[in-house]
């Protein structure tokens, strides 16, 4: 295995985690729910014309599925929900996770706790820390599926959240690189307002990169460390913090099984289910298993290339190709370029 690659996986959860599916009811509402009852408050929403059309009363556990739909209410009323969520996401009131968060001596060390407990602190999307030479790279990923018209929101949110919670805790603005997986929108204000102006679109995948000088500087509350947070969480105060999302449960599989052959009955042996049962799952959430194969070969070859430089031939051989132009026949399928142009 390439150095390379073991970078790559370095960005997986250590064990295999229990995982929450789309349907799984573990928000509690003063976490994420509360957040957004406030920004309808703000908005003018009453509770009954926002909440009861959707079957939800303040207070309940609220799965993932409902959280969306909560979004998709909101979406509806002002085009500035994702971003201005974002704002008030990070570090937010999530219990441990958001102490832990509070209490991290730099950027780095914010996101790395960001990543482990993504099941508290990004729910919807699951964040992934890799560092390339001098640069810091987090990718945002499908937790458990997302409606398509939600998840330019779900990446404006959580994009906003870092960058917002970085300048906060850090006390200065960086320089944050955004690579986005859509088309570029007609209005670009609220982008630039939010997150600057190095935005690029259609891109392969959903991203911001850093100077990782900039992640390692020393926060000023770093005068006065505390790992109290940190030690409570290790020790399994919330064991649900945790938790990955499926999709990114079945992607920490896949990434380790580059170079093999991965099937969908083998998956479904890792998550104690039927072959029938994880199609039927992964329906649900709006995704096939070749789908999500693809999507991590993809990236994997994207990053082998893009960031560390490796041929075509050496990346074929990690991803389990034994003939070149099998690789680059599927590289175009994923991306629409071959080899060569990337």
């Known amino acids: 295995m390439s150095e390379a690659l073991a970078l790559l996986r370095s960005s997986l959860p250590a064990g295999t985690p229990p995982h929450y599916g789309a349907d799984t009811a573990f928000i509690p509402w003063a976490y994420q729910g509360a957040l957004l009852a406030e920004l309808a408050h703000s908005r003018g929403l009453a509770v009954q014309e926002w909440l009861t059309p959707l079957g939800l009363s303040p207070g309940q556990m609220l799965s993932p599925r409902q959280l969306l739909s909560m979004l998709a209410a909101l979406q509806g009323h002002a085009r500035d929900v994702g971003f201005v969520l974002g704002q008030l996401s990070l570090p937010g009131h ?11 001596t730099d950027l780095r060390h914010a996101l790395r706790v960001l990543c482990a407990y993504a099941a508290r602190l990004s729910p919807l999307l699951t964040p992934r820390l890799l560092e390339t030479g001098d640069e810091l790279l987090l990718v ?8 398509p018209a939600l998840q330019p929101l779900l990446v404006d949110m959580q994009m906003t959240a870092v960058v917002a919670l970085a300048h906060w805790l850090g006390g200065q603005p960086l320089r944050w690189r955004f690579s986005f997986n859509r088309t570029r929108p007609r209005e670009l204000s609220q982008h630039a307002a939010y997150l600057g102006t190095d935005l690029q679109f259609g891109c392969q995948v959903d991203a911001m990169r850093l100077p990782l000088a900039e992640a390692l500087q020393a926060w000023p509350a770093a005068a006065r460390p505390s790992a109290m947070a940190a030690n409570a969480l290790a020790q399994g105060a919330d064991p649900q ?3 990955r999302g499926q999709l990114a449960a079945l992607d920490d599989h ?6 093999e052959v991965p099937t969908l009955d083998a998956c479904a042996r890792r998550f104690n289910i039927s072959p029938a049962t994880l199609k039927r799952q992964l329906a649900l959430s709006g995704t096939h298993y070749q789908a999500q194969l693809d999507q991590v070969r993809a990236q994997a070859a994207l990053y082998l290339m893009a960031l560390h430089g490796q041929r075509g031939e050496a990346v074929a051989r990690s ?5 070149k132009s099998n690789f680059r026949r599927s590289f175009r399928r994923w991306t629409g370029m071959t080899p060569g142009m990337l």
């Open 241 to 243: 913090a945790l938790w």
């Open 254 to 259: 896949l990434l380790l099984s580059l170079g």
């Open 140 to 147: 945002w990923t499908e937790a458990c599926g997302a409606p």
């Open 319 to 323: 991803l389990g190709f034994h003939d």
């Open 94 to 104: 999530y219990g441990l996770a958001s102490q832990a968060l509070q209490q991290a």
